[in-house]
């Protein structure tokens, strides 16, 4: 399993990610996106950077997304993993606005996807993304997920309820 590219690689979350995960966290225009309502403290995160980030125990993981010049730029999650039916959701954070629109999320997902299918097995994955976020759903599109269902009224944000749409990748190889 390659975890790298000529731009970027993934990695594990080491101890001294502990100042970058916590401005990550706690930037409130990322929380719509990620579900979080509340910050997190250096202690949390401090604990969560020191236990032992096993997918199958936690079922969920984190990679850093880091530039080869060694620039952390963002993190790729995969969450709710279901090893009995083979899927789990995955999740891409370019944290720094001056890093979007680059093809960082784009090379992650094609690592994760192939971490996910060719590694860990798994049938499917799938997201979740807010109507209004067109970029996301351009990626994930353009990557080979398929819209596959709406949620109506699915995100309280500050303009009132959102539609979600939930999308799959389906491993047919």
Same mark, same amino acid.
């Given at each position: 399993?390659?975890?790298?590219?000529?731009?970027?690689?993934?990695?594990?979350?080491?101890?001294?990610?502990?100042?970058?995960?916590?401005?990550?966290?706690?930037?409130?225009?990322?929380?719509?996106?990620?579900?979080?309502?509340?910050?997190?403290?250096?202690?949390?995160?401090?604990?969560?950077?020191?236990?032992?980030?096993?997918?199958?125990?936690?079922?969920?993981?984190?990679?850093?997304? $880091?530039?080869?010049?060694?620039?952390?730029?963002?993190?790729?999650?995969?969450?709710?993993?279901?090893?009995?039916?083979?899927?789990?959701?995955?999740?891409?954070?370019?944290?720094?606005?001056?890093?979007?629109?680059?093809?960082?999320?784009?090379?992650?997902?094609?690592?994760?996807?192939?971490?996910?299918?060719?590694?860990?097995?798994?049938?499917?994955?799938?997201?979740?993304?807010?109507?209004?976020?067109?970029?996301?759903?351009?990626?994930?599109?353009?990557?080979?997920?398929? $819209?596959?269902?709406?949620?109506?009224?699915?995100?309280?944000?500050?303009?009132?309820?959102?539609?979600?749409?939930?999308?799959?990748?389906?491993?047919?190889?």
């Amino acid at each position: 399993m390659i975890f790298r590219n000529d731009r970027i690689h993934l990695r594990a979350p080491e101890p001294d990610d502990l100042d970058t995960l916590f401005d990550w966290e706690n930037n409130p225009s990322v929380w719509k996106v990620s579900g979080t309502s509340s910050p997190f403290s250096k202690n949390t995160l401090r604990n969560y950077l020191d236990s032992i980030h096993d997918i199958f125990t936690d079922k969920q993981l984190r990679l850093i997304i $880091q530039e080869n010049n060694g620039i952390p730029i963002g993190c790729v999650d995969l969450f709710d993993f279901d090893p009995m039916n083979k899927r789990a959701g995955v999740g891409v954070l370019i944290a720094e606005v001056e890093n979007r629109n680059r093809g960082f999320a784009s090379d992650a997902l094609d690592i994760v996807i192939e971490y996910a299918f060719f590694h860990l097995n798994l049938h499917q994955l799938y997201c979740t993304i807010q109507t209004s976020n067109k970029n996301s759903i351009k990626l994930f599109t353009k990557k080979g997920f398929k $819209q596959v269902g709406t949620f109506s009224d699915w995100m309280n944000t500050k303009d009132g309820y959102e539609d979600a749409i939930f999308m799959q990748l389906i491993n047919h190889g």
